[in-house]
């Protein structure tokens, strides 16, 4: 390549690296040096404190139970909402009358802002005059306070996320799924294969990169999707319902404490690399790409 | 030439030709104002409104009211624009926010702005009770405007369904349990259709615990915010008390009580008697198809409540000018006109003994007696939980209050764990 051609390409990337380095990674670098640091007090910026912040994390109980609702979070609503998706994307792929409202119907709470169906689900959970309660009273079930048992706060939210991710995955393997080369399914057809082993032979091996996308979007989700919480539970009661985001924002802006923010944005910032590494570093070789 | 360009054109042309000339005539200060809104209804119109007149009065001032959203918001972004170089000059914000204000270097004490006797004098005018939140360090820091205690809503028709007398809310604790056991109706298999009471549990559950505290004789911290009370025994007894209504009478849904739906329950009949801010008022008034009272919440040693919501802040970094201009914003809201016309508008109290004098609020009281109890109930009131590093030290609060609640804890354990962790973050600024 001649250098003109060099500086060509230079320049086409320079406005993407340049709107990446403002807003991702020159952030990324000062809040990991910011977590070194006291938190500013008055305008003065505070002094050197080495690893104190990330031993305070370990000393705080209040982060160790977000870390782990959020484990919780991510182990519950990531599998169910992928295999919801499966589900919906092949039915609705089938040949079938009205699909596309039902396709439609699916992927509604997609379109939907996040604040705006918390508040929704709010009057759906709340006890007395709540939608669920009286659903359930009137099948001759007991209600509960769905929000307001510490048993209960989480799953609740999980519900509701799994609810609005579900059909936001179903459009990628719905798209996958009609990108599918028919010959293979013919072919199968003919060997008299059976609709479980079509699926489990073919089906799902070429849906495979689909999946692993899918799954990447699914974890980072479960760890960055907060928004419903402001609404719902504000991660209460005390904490059950707390995620690492949320009380990152609280230590934030409702503490003013930024240095510990910043130790806490840090360690979410190497559980998201350490997971995309695993991704991308162990999955994808088992992956089939065509 | 100009009726060739299409109105819009014609339009801005215009503005762009009046602004010239404003700008060339005179200097005006511009005055950036961020205010929250914590309950329903429109109070950013009330607000407009209010900026409207100011305006109006003086031509030379010109003031950008922005809404921000709930308290929080509210200060976080006013601090933002403050450390982005093009800050506000003035701002309401959470009363309580005042010893973090001062941490940050970033509020001037009305003590210094106010010069004239006449402006002393106005410093003086408002309730005693709401400047408490406002003092600190022998100054004040901030004026009251919007501001609220905690009251009592009932249902007068479900209290004449239930054999009570609707004139005559529960006065005591041992009150509220007695009316609340026959309020709290059940169906044939046991299930719950109307519950005695509600005091919610989630959003603010250390101010509706303030209440509950002060009524038993004490409080939750000193003046100056450098130390909490949260294991003293009457502190521990109130929320031994507070879950008691749910788990021992079983005469409030147990687990914690949802803020934002409360309201709701209440105009729907599912509560006969719900806790809230007088900040909803109005609300209630125009929704509510049963027949309503509102009364001082129950006594157990005393009569009690905090108080509540936003006060006046003006900014340090900002000019003279601005700084006179603040305050003749500050004074203008808070005269008694106005402060009449902004407490009818909404249910929050008017700041000052002359505001209920004014004809439009005496009348106002007279017809609607509900929108007086607020004031009634000032006189025993306190301040809301504020301290240094308030944010955190009112999470360990409303951590341990919920824990109880939705009986994880004791009462003892969990405010003696909030207290050591409280004296743990307040200790360096003793």
Same mark, same amino acid.
């Given at each position: 390549?001649?250098?003109?051609?060099?500086?060509?390409?230079?320049?086409?990337?320079?406005?993407?690296?340049?709107?990446?380095?403002?807003?991702?990674?020159?952030?990324?670098?000062?809040?990991?040096?910011?977590?070194?640091?006291?938190?500013?007090?008055?305008?003065?910026?505070?002094?050197?404190?080495?690893?104190?912040?990330?031993?305070?994390?370990?000393?705080?109980?209040?982060?160790?139970?977000?870390?782990?609702?959020?484990?919780?979070?991510?182990?519950?609503?990531?599998?169910?909402?992928?295999?919801?998706?499966?589900?919906?994307?092949?039915?609705?792929?089938?040949?079938?009358?009205?699909?596309?409202?039902?396709?439609?119907?699916?992927?509604?709470?997609?379109?939907?802002?996040?604040?705006?169906?918390?508040?929704?689900?709010?009057?759906?959970?709340?006890?007395?005059?709540?939608?669920?309660?009286?659903?359930?009273?009137?099948?001759?079930?007991?209600?509960?306070?769905?929000?307001?048992?510490?048993?209960?706060?989480?799953?609740?939210?999980?519900?509701?996320?799994?609810?609005?991710?579900?059909?936001?995955?179903?459009?990628?393997?719905?798209?996958?799924?009609?990108?599918?080369?028919?010959?293979?399914?013919?072919?199968?057809?003919?060997?008299?294969?059976?609709?479980?082993?079509?699926?489990?032979?073919?089906?799902?091996?070429?849906?495979?990169?689909?999946?692993?996308?899918?799954?990447?979007?699914?974890?980072?989700?479960?760890?960055?999707?907060?928004?419903?919480?402001?609404?719902?539970?504000?991660?209460?009661?005390?904490?059950?319902?707390?995620?690492?985001?949320?009380?990152?924002?609280?230590?934030?802006?409702?503490?003013?404490?930024?240095?510990?923010?910043?130790?806490?944005?840090?360690?979410?910032?190497?559980?998201?690399?350490?997971?995309?590494?695993?991704?991308?570093?162990?999955?994808?070789?088992?992956?089939?790409?065509? | 030439?100009?009726?060739?360009?299409?109105?819009?054109?014609?339009?801005?042309?215009?503005?762009?030709?009046?602004?010239?000339?404003?700008?060339?005539?005179?200097?005006?200060?511009?005055?950036?104002?961020?205010?929250?809104?914590?309950?329903?209804?429109?109070?950013?119109?009330?607000?407009?409104?209010?900026?409207?007149?100011?305006?109006?009065?003086?031509?030379?001032?010109?003031?950008?009211?922005?809404?921000?959203?709930?308290?929080?918001?509210?200060?976080?972004?006013?601090?933002?624009?403050?450390?982005?170089?093009?800050?506000?000059?003035?701002?309401?914000?959470?009363?309580?926010?005042?010893?973090?204000?001062?941490?940050?270097?970033?509020?001037?004490?009305?003590?210094?702005?106010?010069?004239?006797?006449?402006?002393?004098?106005?410093?003086?005018?408002?309730?005693?009770?709401?400047?408490?939140?406002?003092?600190?360090?022998?100054?004040?820091?901030?004026?009251?405007?919007?501001?609220?205690?905690?009251?009592?809503?009932?249902?007068?028709?479900?209290?004449?369904?239930?054999?009570?007398?609707?004139?005559?809310?529960?006065?005591?604790?041992?009150?509220?349990?007695?009316?609340?056991?026959? /309020? #709290?109706?059940? &169906? %044939?298999?046991?299930?719950?259709? +109307?519950? !005695? =009471?509600?005091?919610?549990?989630?959003?603010?559950?250390?101010?509706?615990?303030?209440? /509950? #505290?002060?009524? &038993? %004789?004490?409080?939750?911290?000193? +003046?100056? !915010? =450098?130390?909490?009370?949260?294991?003293?025994?009457?502190?521990?007894?109130?929320?031994?008390?507070?879950?008691?209504? %749910?788990?021992?009478?079983?005469?409030?849904?147990?687990?914690?009580?949802?803020?934002?739906?409360?309201?709701?329950?209440?105009?729907?009949?599912?509560?006969?008697?719900?806790?809230?801010?007088?900040?909803?008022?109005?609300?209630?008034?125009?929704?509510?198809?049963?027949?309503?009272?509102?009364?001082?919440?129950?006594?157990?040693?005393?009569?009690?409540?905090?108080?509540?919501?936003?006060?006046?802040?003006?900014?340090?970094?900002?000019?003279?000018?601005?700084?006179?201009?603040?305050?003749?914003?500050?004074?203008?809201?808070?005269?008694?006109?106005?402060?009449?016309?902004?407490?009818?508008?909404?249910?929050?109290?008017?700041?000052?003994?002359?505001?209920?004098?004014?004809?439009?609020?005496?009348?106002?009281?007279?017809?609607?007696?509900?929108?007086?109890?607020?004031?009634?109930?000032?006189?025993?009131?306190?301040?809301?939980?504020?301290?240094?590093?308030?944010?955190?030290?009112?999470?360990?609060?409303?951590?341990?209050?919920?824990?109880?609640?939705?009986?994880?804890?004791?009462?003892?354990?969990?405010?003696?764990?909030?207290?050591?962790?409280?004296?743990?973050?307040?200790?360096?600024?003793?």
């Amino acid at each position: 390549m001649s250098p003109n051609r060099h500086l060509h390409a230079w320049l086409l990337l320079l406005p993407a690296m340049a709107m990446l380095a403002a807003f991702t990674h020159i952030p990324a670098i000062s809040t990991l040096l910011h977590s070194f640091f006291e938190s500013p007090i008055a305008g003065k910026t505070g002094s050197f404190v080495g690893l104190d912040n990330f031993e305070f994390a370990l000393e705080d109980d209040i982060f160790w139970q977000v870390l782990w609702n959020n484990f919780w979070y991510a182990v519950v609503t990531v599998p169910t909402s992928i295999v919801l998706a499966l589900v919906m994307a092949i039915w609705v792929n089938s040949q079938m009358s009205g699909r596309a409202i039902v396709r439609l119907a699916y992927f509604t709470p997609t379109v939907l802002p996040m604040i705006a169906v918390a508040n929704i689900w709010l009057f759906f959970y709340t006890p007395e005059i709540g939608l669920i309660n009286n659903l359930l009273e009137k099948l001759g079930f007991e209600g509960q306070n769905w929000l307001g048992d510490p048993d209960l706060a989480l799953p609740s939210l999980m519900v509701m996320t799994i609810w609005k991710e579900a059909g936001f995955f179903m459009i990628f393997y719905l798209a996958a799924l009609q990108s599918l080369d028919q010959s293979l399914y013919e072919a199968a057809a003919v060997e008299n294969s059976s609709r479980w082993q079509t699926f489990r032979r073919i089906t799902w091996p070429l849906l495979m990169p689909t999946t692993l996308f899918i799954l990447i979007n699914a974890l980072i989700n479960a760890f960055k999707l907060v928004d419903h919480l402001f609404i719902l539970t504000k991660g209460g009661p005390n904490n059950a319902s707390n995620l690492l985001l949320y009380y990152i924002y609280e230590n934030a802006f409702s503490f003013f404490d930024t240095a510990y923010a910043a130790t806490l944005t840090t360690i979410l910032l190497i559980i998201l690399a350490l997971l995309a590494w695993v991704q991308f570093g162990v999955l994808d070789k088992k992956v089939h790409y065509r | 030439m100009l009726h060739k360009l299409p109105k819009v054109g014609q339009a801005i042309a215009l503005s762009i030709a009046a602004f010239g000339l404003s700008a060339s005539v005179q200097a005006k200060t511009e005055l950036t104002m961020y205010y929250p809104v914590a309950v329903g209804g429109s109070l950013t119109k009330v607000v407009d409104n209010m900026i409207e007149g100011f305006e109006k009065q003086n031509p030379d001032i010109d003031v950008n009211a922005i809404y921000a959203g709930n308290y929080n918001d509210a200060r976080v972004k006013a601090l933002a624009a403050l450390n982005s170089g093009k800050p506000a000059q003035l701002s309401v914000m959470f009363s309580i926010d005042v010893h973090e204000l001062m941490d940050q270097d970033a509020i001037v004490p009305f003590d210094e702005l106010t010069k004239t006797a006449e402006e002393r004098q106005w410093l003086n005018s408002f309730y005693p009770t709401l400047m408490q939140n406002g003092k600190a360090k022998g100054k004040t820091w901030g004026i009251p405007f919007q501001r609220s205690t905690i009251v009592m809503y009932y249902n007068k028709d479900a209290f004449r369904a239930a054999g009570l007398n609707p004139e005559k809310p529960p006065k005591s604790w041992d009150e509220l349990v007695a009316a609340g056991k026959k /309020l #709290t109706l059940r &169906n %044939g298999d046991g299930k719950v259709q +109307q519950w !005695g =009471t509600m005091i919610p549990s989630t959003g603010y559950p250390y101010w509706m615990f303030g209440a /509950l #505290t002060k009524q &038993n %004789g004490e409080v939750l911290m000193n +003046q100056d !915010g =450098t130390e909490t009370y949260f294991n003293k025994p009457a502190v521990v007894e109130a929320l031994g008390f507070w879950k008691d209504l %749910g788990s021992k009478h079983q005469i409030m849904p147990q687990g914690t009580i949802e803020w934002g739906t409360l309201r709701q329950n209440f105009l729907e009949g599912k509560t006969a008697m719900m806790w809230h801010s007088t900040g909803n008022l109005t609300t209630v008034k125009k929704n509510a198809k049963f027949d309503f009272g509102v009364a001082m919440l129950p006594a157990q040693k005393e009569f009690g409540s905090p108080t509540g919501g936003g006060n006046f802040y003006i900014f340090k970094k900002s000019s003279a000018e601005e700084k006179a201009a603040a305050l003749k914003l500050v004074r203008y809201m808070t005269a008694p006109q106005q402060a009449a016309a902004w407490s009818k508008a909404t249910g929050y109290m008017a700041v000052s003994e002359e505001a209920y004098q004014t004809d439009e609020l005496n009348r106002y009281v007279k017809s609607f007696p509900a929108a007086a109890v607020a004031r009634d109930q000032l006189q025993h009131a306190t301040a809301e939980l504020s301290t240094h590093q308030a944010g955190r030290v009112r999470k360990l609060l409303d951590d341990a209050i919920q824990s109880v609640l939705t009986g994880e804890k004791e009462a003892d354990q969990a405010l003696s764990k909030a207290q050591q962790q409280a004296d743990r973050i307040l200790r360096r600024y003793r």
